[in-house]
C-alpha cells in the first residue's frame, strides 16, 4: 500500500501512479497529519495485511527488500501483524 499524507498534488499523482504500477492500494488522507501521519492512516486503512514495512518519501530500498524480507520472517517464523 502507497500512503499519502496529503502531499502536494504533483507528489500524489506520483504516488497514485507508483501504487497503480505495484499493483497495491493507494490512500490520501484529506488533512495532513504530521510526523507518522501516513503511516498510521495506512495501517489504520489496510484491508487485510500479514507485515508491515514503513518507507518514507526520502528512503531508499533495495529493489528485492521486500521478497527477502517476507523469505526471512518466513524462515523464522515470525508472526503476522494480524492473525
Known amino acids: 500500500m502507497v500512503s499519502d499524507d496529503h502531499s502536494e498534488q504533483g507528489l500524489s499523482r506520483a504516488y497514485a501512479n507508483l501504487a497503480y ?32 514495512m514503513f518507507v518514507d518519501a526520502d528512503d531508499e530500498i533495495h529493489p528485492d527488500s521486500l521478497s527477502l524480507l517476507a523469505r526471512l520472517a518466513t524462515r523464522h517464523s515470525l508472526r503476522p501483524c494480524v492473525e
Open 21 to 52: 504500477l505495484c499493483g497495491t492500494e493507494y490512500t490520501r488522507s484529506s488533512v495532513w497529519r504530521g510526523i507518522g501521519g501516513a503511516r498510521n492512516y495506512g495501517a489504520a486503512h489496510l484491508s487485510a495485511m500479514t507485515y508491515l
